[in-house]
Protein backbone atom coordinates (compact mmCIF):
# COMPACT_ATOMS: atom_id res chain seq x y z
CA UNK A 1 0.00 0.00 0.00
CA UNK A 2 2.96 2.16 0.97
CA UNK A 3 4.68 1.74 -2.30
CA UNK A 4 1.69 2.27 -4.33
CA UNK A 5 0.62 5.70 -3.06
CA UNK A 6 4.61 6.80 -3.29
CA UNK A 7 4.13 5.61 -6.93
CA UNK A 8 0.93 7.66 -6.97
CA UNK A 9 2.79 10.92 -5.70
CA UNK A 10 5.03 10.67 -8.58
CA UNK A 11 2.44 10.49 -11.18
CA UNK A 12 2.06 13.32 -13.98
CA UNK A 13 0.28 13.05 -16.58
CA UNK A 14 -0.24 10.21 -18.74
CA UNK A 15 -3.40 7.62 -18.60
CA UNK A 16 -5.10 7.13 -15.50
CA UNK A 17 -3.56 3.30 -13.77
CA UNK A 18 -7.09 1.62 -14.08
CA UNK A 19 -5.53 -1.55 -14.07
CA UNK A 20 -3.93 -0.62 -10.97
CA UNK A 21 -6.53 0.69 -9.44
CA UNK A 22 -8.68 -2.25 -9.73
CA UNK A 23 -6.13 -4.13 -8.85
CA UNK A 24 -5.69 -2.27 -5.48
CA UNK A 25 -8.95 -2.68 -4.71
CA UNK A 26 -8.91 -6.74 -4.92
CA UNK A 27 -5.96 -6.60 -2.52
CA UNK A 28 -7.56 -3.88 -0.05
CA UNK A 29 -10.88 -5.94 -0.19
CA UNK A 30 -9.07 -9.10 0.93
CA UNK A 31 -7.53 -7.59 3.84
CA UNK A 32 -10.44 -7.33 5.97
CA UNK A 33 -10.08 -3.76 7.94
CA UNK A 34 -10.25 -3.76 11.71
CA UNK A 35 -13.20 -1.31 11.14
CA UNK A 36 -16.12 -1.60 8.70
CA UNK A 37 -16.47 2.00 8.42
CA UNK A 38 -12.49 2.04 7.61
CA UNK A 39 -13.14 0.39 3.89
CA UNK A 40 -12.95 3.84 1.98
CA UNK A 41 -10.75 6.11 4.41
CA UNK A 42 -8.11 3.78 4.06
CA UNK A 43 -7.37 4.27 0.56
CA UNK A 44 -8.25 7.87 0.87
CA UNK A 45 -4.40 9.05 -0.15
CA UNK A 46 -4.16 6.91 -2.98
CA UNK A 47 -7.84 8.16 -4.38
CA UNK A 48 -7.20 11.79 -3.34
CA UNK A 49 -4.29 11.93 -5.11
CA UNK A 50 -5.58 10.24 -8.49
CA UNK A 51 -8.62 12.59 -8.26
CA UNK A 52 -5.93 15.59 -8.49
CA UNK A 53 -3.64 14.78 -10.50
CA UNK A 54 -6.02 13.32 -13.08
CA UNK A 55 -9.15 15.51 -12.46
CA UNK A 56 -11.22 12.45 -12.25
CA UNK A 57 -14.74 12.38 -10.19
CA UNK A 58 -14.39 9.65 -7.51
CA UNK A 59 -17.84 8.06 -6.05
CA UNK A 60 -17.45 5.99 -3.19
CA UNK A 61 -14.79 3.76 -4.49
CA UNK A 62 -15.73 3.93 -8.21
CA UNK A 63 -14.25 6.52 -11.02
CA UNK A 64 -16.72 8.58 -13.26
CA UNK A 65 -14.65 7.94 -16.24
CA UNK A 66 -15.13 4.30 -15.71
CA UNK A 67 -18.20 3.57 -14.15
CA UNK A 68 -19.55 0.96 -16.59
CA UNK A 69 -16.67 -1.24 -15.85
CA UNK A 70 -16.24 -0.04 -12.08
CA UNK A 71 -19.90 -1.79 -11.83
CA UNK A 72 -18.62 -5.00 -12.67
CA UNK A 73 -17.19 -6.40 -9.60
CA UNK A 74 -18.18 -9.41 -7.71
CA UNK A 75 -16.86 -10.77 -4.71
CA UNK A 76 -14.92 -14.12 -3.63
CA UNK A 77 -16.90 -14.22 -0.30
CA UNK A 78 -14.27 -15.34 2.61
CA UNK A 79 -17.07 -15.88 5.37
CA UNK A 80 -15.69 -19.64 6.03
CA UNK A 81 -11.91 -19.24 5.90
CA UNK A 82 -11.46 -15.63 7.20
CA UNK A 83 -12.79 -15.25 10.58
CA UNK A 84 -12.89 -11.30 10.07
CA UNK A 85 -15.25 -11.72 7.17
CA UNK A 86 -17.83 -12.96 9.28
CA UNK A 87 -17.57 -10.19 12.18
CA UNK A 88 -17.68 -7.81 9.25
CA UNK A 89 -21.05 -9.26 8.19
CA UNK A 90 -21.94 -8.96 11.10
CA UNK A 91 -21.03 -5.27 11.51
CA UNK A 92 -22.42 -3.92 8.22
CA UNK A 93 -25.84 -4.05 8.98
CA UNK A 94 -25.04 -1.44 12.01
CA UNK A 95 -24.22 1.49 10.01
CA UNK A 96 -23.96 2.98 6.13
CA UNK A 97 -20.88 2.13 4.46
CA UNK A 98 -21.95 2.88 0.68
CA UNK A 99 -24.28 3.10 -1.75
CA UNK A 100 -25.40 -0.81 -2.87
CA UNK A 101 -23.70 -0.26 -6.46
CA UNK A 102 -19.82 0.00 -4.67
CA UNK A 103 -17.66 -2.60 -3.59
CA UNK A 104 -17.45 -0.75 -0.22
CA UNK A 105 -21.20 -1.81 0.80
CA UNK A 106 -19.93 -5.22 1.86
CA UNK A 107 -16.85 -5.57 3.27
CA UNK A 108 -17.26 -9.64 3.09
CA UNK A 109 -14.69 -10.54 0.86
CA UNK A 110 -11.95 -9.75 -2.27
CA UNK A 111 -13.81 -7.16 -5.04
CA UNK A 112 -12.85 -9.08 -8.05
CA UNK A 113 -13.18 -7.99 -11.77
CA UNK A 114 -13.30 -10.04 -15.25
CA UNK A 115 -10.17 -8.92 -17.39
CA UNK A 116 -11.13 -5.98 -19.58
CA UNK A 117 -9.86 -7.58 -23.11
CA UNK A 118 -12.91 -10.03 -22.24
CA UNK A 119 -15.32 -7.50 -23.51
CA UNK A 120 -16.79 -5.30 -26.41
CA UNK A 121 -15.73 -1.74 -25.70
CA UNK A 122 -18.17 -0.34 -28.71
CA UNK A 123 -21.27 -1.44 -27.28
CA UNK A 124 -23.45 1.03 -24.90
CA UNK A 125 -25.83 -1.54 -23.51
CA UNK A 126 -26.80 1.12 -21.08
CA UNK A 127 -26.56 5.21 -20.28
CA UNK A 128 -25.43 6.77 -16.93
CA UNK A 129 -27.37 9.54 -16.65
CA UNK A 130 -26.64 10.82 -13.45
CA UNK A 131 -23.95 10.01 -10.52
CA UNK A 132 -24.06 11.28 -7.31
CA UNK A 133 -22.29 10.76 -3.52
CA UNK A 134 -22.17 12.80 -0.76
CA UNK A 135 -19.26 13.04 2.03
CA UNK A 136 -19.93 13.26 5.74
CA UNK A 137 -16.87 15.21 5.85
CA UNK A 138 -15.74 17.99 3.93
CA UNK A 139 -12.08 17.32 5.11
CA UNK A 140 -11.89 14.86 3.17
CA UNK A 141 -14.11 15.55 0.52
CA UNK A 142 -15.20 12.74 -1.63
CA UNK A 143 -12.42 10.25 -0.67
CA UNK A 144 -13.73 9.29 2.45
CA UNK A 145 -16.61 8.34 4.29
CA UNK A 146 -19.81 8.60 2.39
CA UNK A 147 -23.37 9.50 3.67
CA UNK A 148 -26.24 7.82 2.90
CA UNK A 149 -28.61 9.50 -0.50
CA UNK A 150 -25.53 8.24 -3.03
CA UNK A 151 -27.46 7.69 -6.31
CA UNK A 152 -27.02 6.56 -9.84
CA UNK A 153 -29.62 6.64 -12.60
CA UNK A 154 -29.15 4.65 -15.14
CA UNK A 155 -31.10 4.47 -19.01
CA UNK A 156 -31.37 0.50 -20.49
CA UNK A 157 -33.74 -1.92 -21.03
CA UNK A 158 -34.24 -4.02 -17.82
CA UNK A 159 -35.60 -7.70 -17.54
CA UNK A 160 -37.40 -9.65 -14.36
CA UNK A 161 -35.99 -13.07 -13.46
CA UNK A 162 -35.99 -14.94 -10.58
CA UNK A 163 -32.89 -16.66 -7.96
CA UNK A 164 -32.91 -19.72 -6.92
CA UNK A 165 -30.33 -21.74 -4.97
CA UNK A 166 -28.05 -23.36 -7.55
CA UNK A 167 -28.27 -27.36 -8.55
CA UNK A 168 -24.81 -27.52 -8.52
CA UNK A 169 -22.70 -27.66 -5.80
CA UNK A 170 -19.61 -26.69 -6.98
CA UNK A 171 -20.69 -22.97 -7.82
CA UNK A 172 -20.86 -22.19 -4.08
CA UNK A 173 -23.25 -20.88 -1.83
CA UNK A 174 -22.44 -17.19 -3.10
CA UNK A 175 -23.72 -18.66 -6.73
CA UNK A 176 -27.32 -19.19 -7.15
CA UNK A 177 -29.32 -19.49 -10.77
CA UNK A 178 -30.96 -16.97 -12.41
CA UNK A 179 -34.03 -18.46 -14.12
CA UNK A 180 -36.35 -16.57 -16.47
CA UNK A 181 -39.76 -15.09 -14.92
CA UNK A 182 -41.91 -16.31 -16.75
CA UNK A 183 -40.63 -20.27 -17.59
CA UNK A 184 -38.46 -20.56 -15.01
CA UNK A 185 -35.82 -21.50 -18.14
CA UNK A 186 -32.18 -21.35 -16.65
CA UNK A 187 -30.68 -18.20 -18.17
CA UNK A 188 -27.38 -18.01 -16.11
CA UNK A 189 -26.10 -17.13 -12.92
CA UNK A 190 -25.52 -14.67 -10.22
CA UNK A 191 -22.78 -13.98 -7.72
CA UNK A 192 -24.90 -12.28 -4.86
CA UNK A 193 -23.10 -9.74 -3.00
CA UNK A 194 -24.01 -10.88 0.68
CA UNK A 195 -24.00 -14.87 1.05
CA UNK A 196 -27.79 -15.56 1.42
CA UNK A 197 -29.56 -18.72 3.02
CA UNK A 198 -29.22 -21.35 0.47
CA UNK A 199 -33.13 -22.23 0.51
CA UNK A 200 -33.71 -18.32 -0.30
CA UNK A 201 -35.65 -17.98 -3.47
CA UNK A 202 -36.28 -14.28 -4.88
CA UNK A 203 -37.49 -11.87 -7.65
CA UNK A 204 -34.78 -9.36 -9.50
CA UNK A 205 -34.13 -6.84 -12.16
CA UNK A 206 -31.15 -7.58 -14.57
CA UNK A 207 -30.09 -4.51 -16.05
CA UNK A 208 -27.13 -4.95 -18.97
CA UNK A 209 -24.02 -3.23 -18.62
CA UNK A 210 -21.26 -5.08 -20.64
CA UNK A 211 -21.19 -7.33 -23.22
CA UNK A 212 -18.28 -10.30 -23.81
CA UNK A 213 -16.21 -10.60 -26.93
CA UNK A 214 -17.11 -13.72 -29.07
CA UNK A 215 -13.89 -14.97 -28.75
CA UNK A 216 -14.12 -14.91 -24.95
CA UNK A 217 -13.17 -18.59 -23.57
CA UNK A 218 -16.02 -18.10 -21.01
CA UNK A 219 -19.71 -19.20 -20.34
CA UNK A 220 -20.92 -16.03 -20.18
CA UNK A 221 -22.55 -13.51 -22.79
CA UNK A 222 -23.30 -10.34 -21.01
CA UNK A 223 -22.80 -9.12 -17.42
CA UNK A 224 -25.92 -7.57 -15.97
CA UNK A 225 -26.21 -5.73 -12.37
CA UNK A 226 -28.69 -7.63 -10.69
CA UNK A 227 -31.14 -5.32 -8.85
CA UNK A 228 -34.01 -5.55 -6.17
CA UNK A 229 -36.73 -3.03 -6.04
CA UNK A 230 -36.10 -0.36 -3.14
CA UNK A 231 -39.24 1.53 -3.91
CA UNK A 232 -41.10 2.99 -7.14
CA UNK A 233 -38.26 3.37 -9.91
CA UNK A 234 -35.99 2.86 -7.15
CA UNK A 235 -33.02 -0.48 -6.94
CA UNK A 236 -30.43 -1.52 -5.14
CA UNK A 237 -27.90 -3.77 -6.33
CA UNK A 238 -27.45 -7.39 -4.85
CA UNK A 239 -25.51 -9.16 -6.94
CA UNK A 240 -23.56 -10.06 -10.59
CA UNK A 241 -25.07 -11.20 -13.35
CA UNK A 242 -23.76 -13.38 -15.52
CA UNK A 243 -25.99 -14.47 -18.80
CA UNK A 244 -25.58 -17.91 -21.03
CA UNK A 245 -25.03 -17.50 -24.25
CA UNK A 246 -25.44 -20.39 -27.12
CA UNK A 247 -22.97 -22.77 -26.35
CA UNK A 248 -22.46 -22.39 -22.59
CA UNK A 249 -22.88 -26.27 -21.85
CA UNK A 250 -20.17 -27.27 -24.18
CA UNK A 251 -18.15 -25.53 -21.66
CA UNK A 252 -16.38 -26.67 -19.03
CA UNK A 253 -15.07 -24.10 -16.23
CA UNK A 254 -15.01 -21.36 -18.61
CA UNK A 255 -12.70 -22.88 -21.45
CA UNK A 256 -14.22 -23.41 -24.59
CA UNK A 257 -15.64 -27.21 -25.62
CA UNK A 258 -13.44 -27.83 -28.92
CA UNK A 259 -12.99 -30.95 -30.79
CA UNK A 260 -9.45 -31.68 -31.55
CA UNK A 261 -9.33 -32.58 -35.18
CA UNK A 262 -6.01 -34.52 -34.62
CA UNK A 263 -7.07 -36.66 -32.44
CA UNK A 264 -7.25 -40.58 -32.76
CA UNK A 265 -10.33 -42.18 -33.46
CA UNK A 266 -10.92 -43.31 -29.62
CA UNK A 267 -10.34 -39.65 -28.62
CA UNK A 268 -13.15 -38.72 -31.43
CA UNK A 269 -15.91 -41.12 -30.34
CA UNK A 270 -15.23 -39.75 -26.69
CA UNK A 271 -15.42 -36.38 -28.11
CA UNK A 272 -19.11 -36.85 -29.65
CA UNK A 273 -19.95 -38.93 -26.95
CA UNK A 274 -19.26 -36.01 -24.63
CA UNK A 275 -21.08 -33.48 -26.97
CA UNK A 276 -24.39 -35.37 -26.98
CA UNK A 277 -24.43 -36.20 -23.15
CA UNK A 278 -23.59 -31.93 -22.76
CA UNK A 279 -27.13 -32.01 -25.34
CA UNK A 280 -28.84 -34.02 -23.47
CA UNK A 281 -27.95 -32.16 -20.22
CA UNK A 282 -28.60 -28.59 -21.88
CA UNK A 283 -32.29 -30.19 -22.28
CA UNK A 284 -32.77 -31.41 -19.13
CA UNK A 285 -32.19 -28.45 -17.55
CA UNK A 286 -34.16 -26.69 -19.51
CA UNK A 287 -31.79 -23.54 -20.68
CA UNK A 288 -32.87 -20.83 -22.91
CA UNK A 289 -30.82 -17.79 -23.92
CA UNK A 290 -32.07 -13.96 -23.69
CA UNK A 291 -31.26 -12.95 -27.34
CA UNK A 292 -31.58 -9.57 -28.72
CA UNK A 293 -35.53 -10.00 -29.15
CA UNK A 294 -35.84 -10.16 -25.68
CA UNK A 295 -33.87 -6.99 -24.78
CA UNK A 296 -35.97 -5.42 -27.91
CA UNK A 297 -37.97 -2.90 -25.23
CA UNK A 298 -38.20 0.76 -24.51
CA UNK A 299 -35.21 1.50 -22.36
CA UNK A 300 -36.47 2.22 -18.67
CA UNK A 301 -34.72 5.27 -16.77
CA UNK A 302 -34.17 4.04 -13.23
CA UNK A 303 -32.16 5.13 -10.07
CA UNK A 304 -29.91 2.59 -8.10
CA UNK A 305 -28.92 3.68 -4.59
Not at 70 to 92: C, E, F, T, V
Not at 159 to 184: C, F, I, M, Q, T
Amino acid sequence: MHRWLSTCSRIQGGSFPSEEWYNLISAHSRRMVTNVEDQLPAIAGISSILGENYERAYLAGLWSHDLIYGLSWYKHHMADKHPKAKDNIRDQGKSYLAPSWSWASWPNGMATYASRDLFHHEENLMKIIDAKCKPTSKANGPFGKVAPGGFLKLEGPIKRAKVRPASNELYGSWVSEVVDAENDKIVGSIYLDNQPDKSQSFEIWCLRILRFAFSARCSYETLCLGLVRNGEGCYRRVGLVGLFKETWRYEDQGQMYENDDSSDEDQAEEDKAEEEKNKEDTAAEEVCVWDKKVWDTEPSCITVV
